[in-house]
């Protein structure tokens, strides 16, 4: 699994599966969280997601943003009982 925080250029979540260093920018002000859960240098999994004013974290909402990113990467294993395609 690999989150990036603020990532200085534009980037696909799935590209967070390469090898290499990721750049981002220096902190401060929002946050934009990507993140992929990687398999064989490619996505099986991933999602974004934005704090507007991170206090730290120890902060509930940036502990509610890590959870929910989380949620998303690992879905649970009966995700396919709200999908109705046949490939889900």
Same mark, same amino acid.
């Given at each position: 699994?690999?989150?990036?925080?603020?990532?200085?250029?534009?980037?696909?979540?799935?590209?967070?599966?390469?090898?290499?260093?990721?750049?981002?920018?220096?902190?401060? &002000?929002?946050?934009?969280?990507?993140?992929?859960?990687?398999?064989?240098?490619?996505?099986?999994?991933?999602?974004?997601?934005?704090?507007?004013?991170?206090?730290?974290?120890?902060?509930?909402?940036?502990?509610?943003?890590?959870?929910?990113?989380?949620?998303?990467?690992?879905?649970?294993?009966?995700?396919?009982?709200?999908? &109705?395609?046949?490939?889900?």
């Amino acid at each position: 699994m690999v989150l990036a925080f603020n990532v200085a250029e534009n980037m696909l979540n799935s590209s967070l599966c390469t090898d290499g260093p990721i750049p981002t920018s220096p902190p401060g &002000g929002p946050i934009v969280v990507q993140g992929a859960f990687c398999r064989s240098g490619g996505a099986l999994t991933s999602a974004t997601g934005w704090l507007d004013r991170p206090q730290g974290p120890d902060d509930p909402d940036f502990r509610s943003l890590i959870s929910d990113m989380t949620f998303t990467l690992f879905p649970s294993r009966r995700a396919d009982l709200f999908c &109705g395609a046949i490939d889900c």
